[in-house]
Structure formats: C-alpha cells, structure tokens
C-alpha cells in the first residue's frame, strides 16, 4: 500500500538548517507531486512547498522562499525539503503528502499522507 514516512527533523538553533527526508512506497513516484505542509500547535496545517516530479515544477509559499530548497531521487523513492536560515517561526511538525501528477496548495487534495517528524528552531 502507499506509504510515506518522514524523517529528519529535530531541534536547530535560529539560522541553522535541517534537511527532511519523506521516503515513498507502494506507487510510482515518477508520477506524483510531493506537498510539504507544516502545523504549528493551535494552528493551522499549512502549505510549504510543492514539486511535481510529473511536470518538473516547484512551488514554495512565500515565508520559505529562498530559504526552503524541495528536491528528490525518484531511484531512491525519496524526496527532500532542505531548510536554511531556519526561524522560530519554521517550528511545526512537518508533514509530506502525495497526490497524483500535479502541485496543489490545498490539503485536502492529498490522498496520502506521512505521520510528521517535529522540527523546533530554538536559541
């Protein structure tokens, strides 16, 4: 079955990077776009970052752009979210999702979705 798994978060100091993984099974990725979303406590869930290895294209929200970096292996069945300059506002668990062919902004547009990995950005 579709299974997506997160891993890399933890604990950063202000300015600091991290890269997330989100490894994939059980479709081929090739044809999917992979969404990073973040939620904050008492937040929303909210849109990050997009790329579709369908069409190529990638997609940041603005409050990481420049920042946040999303790329992939598809040999590895395994995309990234690299995140420099990290902010106390980047605290949030973070979640990747996927959906057939293109970028969406909207969750709940994702079928499949990984369990989160926390990433706290803290002096």
């Known amino acids: 079955q579709v299974q997506l798994a997160e891993s890399g978060g933890g604990l950063v100091l202000p300015g600091g990077s991290l890269r997330l993984s989100c490894a994939t099974s059980g479709f081929t990725l090739d044809y999917y776009a992979i969404a990073w979303f973040r939620q904050a406590p008492g937040k929303e869930r909210e849109w990050v970052s997009c790329?579709?290895?369908?069409?190529?294209?990638?997609y940041y929200a603005d409050s990481v752009k420049g920042r946040f970096t999303s790329s992939g292996d598809t040999a590895k069945n395994t995309m990234y979210l690299q995140m420099n300059s990290l902010k106390p506002e980047d605290t949030a668990v973070y979640y990747c999702?996927?959906?057939?062919?293109?970028?969406?902004?909207?969750?709940?547009?994702?079928?499949?979705w990984g369990q989160g990995t926390q990433v706290t950005v803290s002096s």
């Open positions: 790329i579709s290895n369908s069409d190529g294209n990638t």
């Open positions: 999702a996927a959906q057939f062919r293109f970028c969406d902004g909207s969750a709940s547009s994702y079928d499949h």
